[in-house]
């Protein structure tokens, strides 16, 4: 491995960003965790190597977060993970660049392959792509 990566980790269920948090760090890497789509964009994250979402969450979903980092113009890898199998919702989120969708549970060998896969793609991250986010409701 060339080195640690930040890989950050957006779920609403604490027990799932921990275990992917386990697995992420079992391979040598740093992470950070978040609880919301709204909660990464805040913490300006720009050096991120990978993003690895629940695709479902109250607030802004997974996709949205996608959509977002996309029109900011940052090129972070994302990986989705989704407990309902949405073929539609998969397709959009592949089609807009996802290097990799899995369905809860989903196997540790899975999430490592999606992973590693997702690394080989990341050129350099881009630390001023990410905008400051502010919630519109109050």
Do not use: W
Request: glycine letters at 6%.
């Amino acid at each position: 491995m060339e080195g640690a990566r930040l890989i950050c980790i957006v779920d609403d269920d604490a027990s799932v960003r921990e275990a992917t948090r386990s697995v992420v760090q079992s391979l040598g890497h740093n992470t950070a965790t978040f609880a919301s789509a709204e909660e990464y964009l805040l913490s300006q994250y720009g050096d991120t190597s990978c993003l690895i979402t629940d695709l479902v969450m109250p607030g802004m979903s997974g996709a949205d977060l996608q959509q977002r980092l996309i029109a900011d113009g940052n090129d972070i890898p994302v990986i989705f993970v989704a407990a309902c199998f949405d073929e539609m919702a998969c397709a959009r989120a592949l089609n807009a660049g996802a290097c990799g969708f899995s369905r809860k549970p989903y196997s540790e060998e899975s999430l490592i392959e999606c992973l590693n896969s997702a690394l080989l793609k990341r050129v350099r991250p881009k630390r001023s792509a990410v905008t400051p986010y502010r919630s519109m409701s109050r």
